[in-house]
């Protein structure tokens, strides 16, 4: 059945997650200008608040699937703040890599710890065939050597799931990805990046010289991927599959929080939104405002519909390449239309606008750029490989 | 609960209405384009599926299966892939015939749902459009003055879809109190039907032109009776519509650009493997793939009988903003091709540009 309508359930979980995000947003302009601090673990606030994720009770057949209930909270999360949360979980995209591709052994030995997952490296981004990074067996070890940046979580998490290639000459084929715990010797954080936005977020750099790991930290043990194929590369990739409706969602919320200012501005000024009414008779704020609603309705709908795939267990790599590039689009649309209707109160830091636009911009450039979206939706349409579309 | 699962029936329907489609609107729409006319053959053939019939409760002579705006914005999309003009002359009776099942009186059901349940194709019509620039169809010129018991009905009507052949007009316009319809037989005195319109896109549609002056109705002719009607539901109902219709020529025109754009070879290679194509096809089909959930989510709000005024408004603006830019950009990849009446994408690009400035002439 078609069905756009919250249960009760899905309702409760998410307005107690809306409730947490009106406490953290508290602190979003604070931790935005103190780049150097980490919002804390959980808020003094937390003990007071239901958590989300046990207000409501059994899950039943009326109830959202768990994958689209994840882009709700996701969504409800960020419209607080992107970084700031009351409770963070413990758990990040290396904790996702490792769900989907590890072996029982290695879940059971990392599934209890917050796993960073790098991949980009200061000369490859969007294309990681091209990481430089290096995995050399000896003996009962792997030697790694290379450098990572952009590592979200990188400095809080206990260990990360790195990229690294066993054979360059194999291209993507050659490509493995290796656990490694923090305080292994060789494995160093440099730095945490210094952003545009998300600027509480923590974007780690990170270094591996001559570091050592058991063989058994290769993610999906030795036999995921037979000799010459790409199966550990693309078991990796699909790691995608469901985190791109997840950031499509965050930077959704975003763009919603700044939609909910800008109506209420609007609302103060005395411009009325008569939807359905012909456009000469809209003043250009209102007809403007309700195109930055459509696109955000648009972006959302195709989130939910990349979620609801993965809950069917059914096969959602273009979608969720269509949600993220749409996502990426509308958030930059949505944050850049709401400070022009704004004018100087959308620029200014005393208000949360222009934070909320930087903060979003992210949403088009990580997990896969608009354009690497784009790619992937065109060889999907065209039947095309990646020696056909580059 | 977000699904976006539809249910076996809907998905029989999808199936049947996409062969129907594929089979015998595609094939037939550039001939009908050209005549500027859609054959009775084509209609009766259409009728057979009982488009219009099936969600009439048995009581006056329908199939009695359940009243769905969302499985009728399934088959409209599917329908209209094939062509859209075709595709709205084929459910036109729904226009009529759906006021009347949802707000008409019961005496209104009575007399008018049987009509639509026959073995011919029987059309009734809306209007609801006036020539007025940017019209806006809550704030119509016609006016429906009181006069005796009845009103009189002054003003003028146009893009009334299969105007040529309806039995009957279905008139929004606004009394003292409000926006109403009105029944009006084609023979009413005052009523004056024009030749069929000539317009940019849509031709096999026949739209007419009407013109009221002091046309007396009853107030049994007024939708709903003495209970009225609510005009903007009506609307919800026709903008949803069309926003499924322009969803399907959406559709389209990107499953006509993408086997072009592998054949055709520029600079040793097919354009489709440069990504200045190639990127374009991937935000064609983003662009089809959202406006196909916000006519599903503004149609579901239609099932569960909740206000989608919002989201009908979203849908149709738009389903309208992005087939027209898609049609825009089907030209572009077929390059010369694009203009050449040899191929639809042409075609598809004037009926984009017609259907984003009407409303009332689908109904699901």
């Given at each position: 059945m078609i069905e756009f309508e919250l249960s009760a359930n899905d309702r409760m979980i998410l307005d107690a997650a809306r409730k947490e995000g009106v406490i953290a947003r508290k602190y979003a302009r604070y931790y935005d200008e103190h780049e150097h601090e980490f919002p804390p673990q959980e808020l003094e606030e937390a003990k007071e608040l239901p958590n989300p994720l046990t207000v409501a009770g059994e899950r039943t057949a009326e109830d959202s699937g768990t994958a689209v209930l994840t882009t709700l909270m996701q969504n409800a999360m960020t419209w607080g703040d992107y970084s700031v949360r009351v409770r963070r979980p413990r758990e990040s995209l290396g904790n996702s890599a490792l769900e989907a591709t590890g072996t029982p052994e290695q879940k059971q030995k990392w599934g209890h710890l917050i796993l960073a997952m790098a991949i980009t490296e200061p000369g490859c981004g969007s294309d990681p065939s091209m990481v430089q990074t290096t995995a050399v067996r000896d003996g009962d070890q792997w030697l790694l050597n290379g450098e990572k940046i952009f590592v979200t979580a990188g400095c809080r998490c206990d260990g990360v799931v790195v990229w690294a290639t066993t054979d360059k000459a194999a291209g993507r084929a050659g490509i493995k990805s290796f656990l490694i715990e923090k305080g292994t010797p060789g494995f160093t954080i440099t730095h945490k990046e210094k952003k545009l936005g998300i600027r509480a977020d923590d974007t780690a750099a990170m270094v591996l010289e001559d570091c050592r790991i058991p063989r058994e930290n290769l993610l999906g043990g030795e036999v995921t991927a037979p000799k010459g194929s790409s199966g550990g590369f693309r078991g990796v990739m699909k790691t995608f599959n469901m985190t791109r409706p997840n950031v499509s969602a965050r930077g959704l919320g975003i763009a919603e929080a700044a939609l909910d200012f800008t109506r209420d501005a609007l609302k103060q000024a005395g411009v009325e939104i008569e939807y359905g009414r012909a456009l000469h008779l809209q003043s250009a704020a209102a007809e403007k405002f309700s195109r930055l609603e459509m696109l955000w309705e648009a972006a959302t709908l195709s989130v939910w519909r990349a979620a609801w795939l993965a809950d069917q267990e059914q096969e959602n790599n273009t979608e969720a390449s269509v949600c993220k590039a749409k996502a990426g689009m509308a958030v930059r649309e949505i944050t850049q239309g709401c400070i022009e209707i704004l004018g100087p109160i959308g620029a200014s830091r005393q208000h949360l606008v222009e934070k909320w636009f930087r903060d979003c911009r992210i949403t088009d450039i990580y997990e896969g750029t608009g354009e690497i979206q784009r790619l992937i939706i065109a060889r999907a349409l065209l039947g095309y490989g990646r020696k056909e579309l580059k | 609960m977000i699904s976006f699962g539809p249910t076996e029936e809907q998905i029989a329907a999808r199936d049947s209405m996409r062969s129907f489609a594929t089979e015998v609107l595609f094939t037939k729409a550039r001939e009908c384009d050209e005549a500027g006319a859609v054959p009775d053959a084509f209609l009766a053939q259409a009728w057979e599926l009982g488009l219009t019939a099936t969600q009439i409760p048995e009581s006056y002579g329908g199939f009695g299966a359940v009243r769905s705006p969302i499985t009728n914005a399934i088959v409209l999309e599917e329908l209209a892939y094939g062509d859209a003009t075709l595709a709205l002359a084929a459910t036109a009776p729904a226009l009529f015939a759906y006021a009347i099942l949802d707000q008409g009186s019961e005496e209104q059901k009575q007399a008018y749902l049987p009509l639509f349940c026959g073995e011919r194709y029987h059309v009734a019509s809306l209007a609801v459009t006036?020539?007025?620039?940017?019209?806006d169809s809550l704030n119509p010129a016609t006016r429906a003055a009181r006069k005796g018991r009845g009103f009189a009905l002054r003003g003028t009507k146009c893009f009334v879809p299969m105007g040529d052949r309806a039995s009957h007009f279905l008139v929004v316009a606004q009394g003292d109190d409000g926006l109403d319809a009105f029944i009006v037989g084609r023979d009413a005195p005052g009523l004056k039907i024009s030749e069929p319109e000539k317009n940019l896109g849509l031709r096999a549609l026949t739209t007419v032109t009407l013109q009221l002056e002091d046309v007396e109705v009853s107030e049994?002719?007024?939708?709903?009776?003495?209970?009225?009607?609510d005009i903007r539901r009506l609307l919800n109902h026709t903008r949803v519509a069309v926003a499924a219709v322009m969803t399907g020529l959406s559709r389209a025109v990107l499953d006509y650009c993408i086997p072009y754009a592998k054949e055709r070879v520029a600079f040793d290679e097919p354009i489709a493997r440069k990504q200045s194509i190639a990127f374009r096809l991937a935000d064609m089909h983003i662009e089809t793939e959202c406006s196909r959930w916000l006519t599903w989510k503004a149609a579901s709000q239609l099932d569960h009988g909740l206000d989608p005024t919002k989201a009908a408004h979203f849908a149709r603006t738009y389903a309208a903003e992005k087939s027209m830019w898609i049609a825009d950009n089907g030209v572009q990849v077929l390059g010369g091709h694009g203009y050449i009446r040899e191929h639809p994408v042409e075609m598809w690009f004037r009926n984009a540009r017609t259907l984003g400035v009407l409303e009332a002439i689908a109904c699901v």
């Open positions: - | 006036e020539p007025s620039p940017g019209f049994a002719d007024r939708l709903g009776g003495a209970q009225r009607a």
